[in-house]
């Protein structure tokens, strides 16, 4: 973090305790290539690494823990998401007010979309059709056309939304509002809140269980993160976890949810058939943002105040390479990169 200023806008909107997030304003594990930077990448897995006050998004190989390009984006890049196909990356400019476009093959912008005001979430649904957009000072989502690349709504949430996560089927979005101690529920086929499900304080992330059973909800002031059950649309458990958690992710078997925690420095690895955290995995200087690979066997860390990218062994619960990128990293991502 490089400045106080920055520090004091995001925690004007998402309570006190985000000023670590701040600012103006998922993932891979599958063999890689070394590819050079510039290149077209082939079938090879990389890391997308959202880099706040260097304007950037690192693309790094997950094989190597190489960073082999940086792509120039908007002012205030704050997260990044990965289209199903990989073909497409989808960057929030949390000072711009817009969403860059990357096509992953050549790793050039193609295309920037005006959003709402400090957008600071981005997510893709599961059949590629829209993006979703969490604008946190204008307490709204954008959805965004693939097809188009434009904005076909504009969804009313509650205050300062941040996390996203949508269903397998497409059909439901939970938002989770930092301000409002609060989960909306969006059915995506009419961009209506059918429901909202108070949950601990200052919620700013999310993730969803592969057999969409339960939502787990990152909750930074109150130090916690509430488990969502999804049918009966209410919290269910409380697990305390570090100091203001941020980033969360969960593994594809549903096994392990992940939470790193600003606060602590630490990756808190919770046991869903548990509801405890059974790990606790120290990392970088001001962990924020988090992914998950596919294959489960890896977790990637953006260490804010470190400028760096902490990759996790999940087998062993350990940091096993500490990789450098650009000036306040934030949101991750990661995919299967595009066959050229």
């Given at each position: 973090?490089?400045?106080n200023?920055?520090m004091g806008?995001r925690?004007?909107?998402v309570?006190?305790?985000?000023?670590?997030?701040?600012?103006?304003?998922?993932?891979?594990?599958a063999?890689?290539?070394?590819?050079?930077?510039g290149?077209s990448?082939h079938?090879?897995?990389?890391v997308?690494v959202a880099n706040l006050?260097s304007d950037?998004v690192?693309?790094?190989?997950?094989?190597t823990?190489?960073?082999?390009?940086?792509?120039?984006?908007?002012?205030?890049?704050?997260s990044?998401?990965?289209?199903?196909?990989g073909s497409r990356?989808?960057v929030?400019?949390?000072?711009?007010d817009?969403?860059s476009?990357?096509?992953?093959?050549?790793?050039?912008?193609?295309?920037?979309v005006?959003v709402?005001?400090?957008?600071?979430?981005?997510?893709v649904s599961?059949?590629n059709?829209?993006?979703?957009?969490a604008?946190?000072?204008s307490?709204?989502?954008?959805?965004i056309s693939?097809r188009?690349?434009?904005v076909?709504?504009?969804?009313q949430?509650?205050?300062a939304?941040?996390?996203?996560?949508v269903?397998?089927?497409?059909c439901?979005?939970y938002?989770a509002?930092?301000a409002?101690?609060?989960?909306?529920v969006?059915?995506?086929a009419?961009?209506?809140?059918?429901g909202?499900?108070?949950?601990?304080?200052?919620p700013?992330?999310?993730?969803l269980?592969?057999d969409?059973r339960?939502?787990y909800?990152?909750?930074?002031?109150?130090g916690?993160?509430?488990v969502?059950?999804?049918?009966?649309?209410?919290?269910?458990?409380?697990?305390p976890?570090?100091a203001?958690p941020a980033?969360i992710?969960?593994r594809p078997?549903?096994?392990q949810?992940?939470?790193?925690?600003?606060?602590s420095?630490?990756?808190?690895?919770?046991?869903?058939r548990?509801?405890a955290v059974t790990?606790?995995?120290?990392?970088?200087?001001?962990?924020n943002?988090?992914?998950v690979?596919?294959?489960g066997?890896?977790?990637?860390v953006?260490?804010?105040e470190?400028?760096?990218?902490?990759?996790?062994?999940?087998?062993?619960?350990r940091a096993t390479?500490?990789?450098?990128?650009?000036?306040g990293p934030t949101?991750?991502?990661?995919?299967q990169g595009?066959?050229?």
């Open positions: 973090m490089t400045s200023q920055d806008r925690a004007a909107v309570l006190c305790a985000t000023a670590v997030l701040m600012g103006p304003g998922n993932l891979a594990g063999s890689a290539g070394t590819a050079a930077a290149s990448p079938s090879e897995a990389f997308y006050h950037t690192s693309v790094v190989a997950a094989d823990g190489t960073v082999v390009d940086s792509v120039p984006v908007g002012d205030g890049p704050d990044v998401a990965v289209s199903p196909d990356v989808y929030t400019n949390s000072a711009a817009t969403v476009v990357i096509d992953a093959r050549t790793r050039k912008v193609i295309d920037t005006a709402g005001d400090e957008p600071s979430r981005v997510t599961p059949d059709r829209n993006v979703y957009v604008n946190v000072a307490d709204d989502v954008s959805v693939t188009t690349r434009a076909t709504d504009t969804i949430v509650g205050d939304p941040l996390g996203l996560a269903t397998p089927d497409g439901t979005l938002v509002n930092a409002s101690g609060t989960v909306s969006v059915r995506t009419t961009g209506t809140v059918t909202t499900i108070p949950v601990g304080g200052g700013t992330a999310l993730v269980t592969p969409s339960h939502l909800v990152a909750n930074m002031t109150s916690d993160v509430s969502v059950d999804v049918p009966d649309g209410t919290e269910s458990d409380r697990i976890v570090g203001q980033g992710g969960v078997d549903g096994r949810v992940y939470v790193a925690n600003i606060g420095d630490t990756v808190s690895a919770i046991s869903t548990r509801g790990e606790t995995i120290t990392v970088g200087d001001s962990p943002g988090l992914a690979s596919p294959d066997s890896r977790v990637y953006s260490n804010f470190a400028d760096s990218l902490s990759v996790i062994d999940t087998s062993t619960g390479d500490t990789v450098a990128v650009g000036d949101g991750v991502a990661a995919a595009k066959s050229s």
